[in-house]
């Protein structure tokens, strides 16, 4: 199955310091998704991105839509050591198919 | 006020049993899906469901078989179980464009 490009694949990184991570694709797509996922547990959705352009934050978090359609971008600032985990985006093509495409994640972890 | 939840949270079992995973989300949701988890974290999606209706059935053996017995439910029966098969199964449900997940059911077949 098909599966969207992320990089970094993992990352250390210190307390206090930013992140960025992306997600790219030979598609377009219509919305992106970004996830946090705990060990043991089901992703998070963290944000959601519907239009190319688009600047989206939840507290610390920011993504952005990229304006090809074929990219996304998160970003971490001041990153904590709960940030620890792994961080998914999802794309979907248009709003009638339903499926997703997940992204082969971003190992996220923080040196305290 | 659990959003989407699966039941059991793990499941050991040996080979050729078959075993059946359970989700429910009370986010009224008209589509749920059932997504595989691997060793190596990837998410591939397995079946979707629309309003009790099949819409995604990706490339899967014929072993694994959902049910959907309204929209509130969506279970995942599998046969003749694999060694293969080990790995995290986990529910999610949408709504307009955004997707949410269950904990997951590790299963392991020894």
């Known amino acids: 199955g098909q599966q969207l490009n992320q990089s970094p694949q993992s990352m250390f990184i210190q307390e206090g310091e930013d992140v960025s991570m992306n997600c790219t694709s030979s598609s377009i797509f219509n919305t992106w998704l970004w996830y946090k996922q705990d060990p043991g547990e089901g992703p998070v959705l963290l944000i959601a991105?519907?239009?190319?352009?688009e600047l989206t934050s939840n507290g610390r978090l920011t993504a952005q839509f990229g304006i090809t359609r074929k990219d996304s971008f998160l970003n971490i600032s001041a990153s904590i050591p709960s940030d620890v985990g792994i961080y998914f985006c999802a794309g979907q093509r248009s709003s009638g198919t339903y499926k997703y495409i997940f992204g082969t994640g971003t190992r996220l972890k923080v040196l305290a | 006020d659990t959003a989407v939840s699966q039941t059991p949270k793990y499941l050991v079992t040996q080979m050729g049993n078959d075993k059946s995973i359970k989700c429910e989300q009370n986010?009224?949701?008209?589509?749920m899906y059932w997504y595989k988890q691997d060793s190596k974290k990837f998410l591939k999606i397995m079946f979707s469901y629309n309003n009790k209706e099949l819409i995604i059935n990706e490339t899967v053996p014929n072993r694994f078989s959902p049910k959907s017995p309204d929209k509130a439910h969506l279970n995942l029966h599998i046969n003749s179980l694999e060694l293969g098969d080990s790995a995290v199964y986990f529910c999610?449900?949408?709504?307009?464009?955004?997707?949410?997940f269950g904990p997951g059911t590790r299963l392991t077949v020894t």
């Open positions: 986010l009224g949701h008209d589509t």
């Open positions: 991105l519907y239009k190319a352009g």
């Open positions: 999610a449900s949408s709504v307009s464009r955004e997707q949410y």
